[in-house]
């Protein structure tokens, strides 16, 4: 047995047998067990994976927009809109606990995949009450599928289906940085054609090799069968870190309040090197959680910001980036240990339910942390800016649902020995191919891109303020294409954005600033950092930025409002440019102490003699008490009229 497992990476020269000894077991004689017996290079085979990997982008595509599309009423109402009934569907996947149900999905999981790819129909929609249902429908059909067929495969299929899975979702984050981190198969037809298609083909390999493996309906007893309780929490875990962190490559450096480029392309890779670690005998450690999840949260959350520390940043962003790329690598890791612990549970039905509820809850958590004076007058205070928190309470999870015990970790570790704990040549294979083919030439335009700016010759500043909402159009897409084509047409060259923080899962983590700054090729300071839990405002200027500063204007009350204070290289001129969206009307002690503050900036910007502008949104009507208090520090309108409320432009 110790010659044969050596071989393990070798499918040719063996098969598996899923009967008798279990299900590492190996051996050379193929015509002494049968028809029941399958070869593994069948089970590794290039286009089964590839069906593994392209089912595993479509389903990350669904489950990651399918949040945008929910909460598009919540966030434009600022209230709960009646739309969250939707959530408790996601709850039906816990059938696949059910030993009949999980029978009925796993032999017909290309039917399942296929009810994925329909969930694509979605960018052919118009009625965002259709686009909710069609998506919700689709996402919970999907991971029923997918959650059947882990529990239900043997474990050679099941983790090239895992494998697949979460290649899928770094494929999706490559697609996102090419397309300065908008998904193109919400927003390009051709792209969403080209992965109908392959969604489709995917679908009909699995249904050709539906026969060529046994498969298990009913849970194995098994007196070291790990609880429940540990598959449900590391399901809630591994879901939420992929959406809230990783789903796109500038939320690290969003949180960190780092430049995107070239940290987005770290955060890529450390997704690809995760899934070097997949096979590893040190992820079912202790170890293993303490030297990547909780170090890379220290120093992710070193940064502060919100109400859980100082404002002080205990490390560099450098360094919080670089506990986020080991956030990373941890993320992708746990895979295996999670869906293996799912796998061998005898509670499968309740641990996923769970599960589903709790992860539920996370996402709700991660707009709470925002949103938290516009919710419940419970949960808001208690989970309000509470992001750090968030963060950690998934990483516990995912690490619950890995992580052996203490008193069963050896035995499992030996069984870990058993077998070749090499990536699969397949695997390696697709990644290659992956690196060499996609990921470097988008290295390649996304660095020429950013590498030229724009630039104005004239001296003259034509500037413009804009809330953009989000950048959500009237039907819940997304509208940063029309945004960036009107900011052209208007021939502005500094440009102030408000509610523009879209580093959030309610917003699928597209990054409004990027898309636009890069498009027009415009330089860009995002503002605030989405760990300071404000709705974000930021600049964009045909000029060099030459001095940025991030500020919080007092909020004791309200929610938290963000100004940015920077100073522009106009040709030669420096010009003083300052951006800000102040909080909710209902908090009056909020608006007169940021009204002051904002006084008190022009009045020592006017000691610089330096020109100065603001664009702003600040809540009170012209010629009111608040309007009269921000005046009296030197600033001038540029126009008289009465007929607006929110928006001003000051110089």
Known sequence: ????????????????????????????????????????????????????????????????????????????????????IVLPGFL??????????????????????????????????????????????????DHLGLLSYWMAAPRVRRERSVYGHVLGFVCMVVFRLANFQLNPVWNNFGVNLLTTVAGLAAAYQIYLE???????????????????????????????????????????SRYADYSTWPAALFVVLSLFLGLFFLRSKWV???????????????????????????????????????????????????????????????????????????????????????????????????????????IFAALLMTGAGHVQLEGLRKKRVQAYESVDRRMPVTVLTVIYAILALLLVPVAFFRMYNTAIPSSASTDNVKAMIWTTHAGYDNFG????????????????????????????????????????????????????????????????????????DKVILPSPEGELACLIDADVDVNGHTVNVLVTHFGNTEDALDRELKALALSAYFARRRETFHPMVLLSYLTTRPYGPKYMTIVTGGAHEVTSSVERYCEYIMH
């Open 92 to 141: 039906v996947t816990a059938l696949a606990g059910h030993p009949r149900v999980r029978e009925f999905a796993a032999r017909r999981f290309h039917l399942f995949r296929l009810a994925a790819v329909v969930g694509l129909l979605k960018y052919h929609l118009e009625s965002h009450e259709l686009r909710i249902f069609l998506l919700g429908t689709a996402v919970t059909i």
């Open 210 to 252: 539906r026969d060529q493996h046994p498969l298990n309906f009913r849970p194995v007893a098994d007196a070291n069968a790990p609880h429940w309780s540990r598959a449900a929490a590391g399901l809630a875990g591994v879901w939420s870190l992929h959406l809230i962190l990783f789903s796109s490559s500038t939320v690290i």
């Open 1 to 84: 047995m110790e010659d044969a497992a050596a071989n393990f990476n070798r499918p040719s020269e063996g098969i598996l047998d899923l009967d008798a000894g279990g299900e590492d077991e190996f051996y050379e004689d193929e015509e002494k067990f049968g028809k029941k017996r399958f070869r593994i290079d069948r089970a590794w085979a290039l286009n089964g994976f590839l069906a593994d990997t392209a089912g595993g982008l479509i389903s990350w595509c669904l489950f990651v927009h399918f949040t945008r599309v929910l909460f598009y009423f919540p966030m434009v109402k600022l209230a709960y809109s009646g739309w969250e």
């Open 477 to 548: 897409g997304s509208n940063l294409a029309e945004l960036a084509r009107v900011i052209k047409e208007s021939d502005v060259n500094i440009v102030g954005l408000l509610e523009t923080d879209t580093a959030r899962l309610c917003y699928e983590n597209d990054d409004l600033v990027e898309y636009v700054a890069e498009t027009l090729h415009f330089y860009s300071d995002y503002g605030p950092a989405t760990s300071t839990n404000t709705w974000g405002c930021a600049l964009l200027s045909a000029f060099p930025i030459v001095r940025s």
């Open 284 to 390: 079912p450690q202790v170890e293993w959680w303490l030297g990547t999840a909780f170090i890379g949260w220290i120093l992710f959350a070193s940064g502060g910001g919100g109400s859980e520390g100082s404002a002080a940043d205990f490390f560099p962003s450098y360094v919080q980036v670089k506990g986020g790329l080991l956030l990373g690598v941890y993320t992708m890791s746990s895979w295996l240990g999670v869906v293996d612990t799912l796998a061998r549970t005898t509670r499968p039905a309740r641990a996923i339910f769970v599960g589903a509820v709790v992860f539920l809850a996370m996402l709700l958590w991660s707009v709470y942390v925002v949103a938290f004076k516009f919710v419940d007058p419970v949960f808001g205070p208690l989970l309000g800016q509470r992001h750090k928190s968030m």
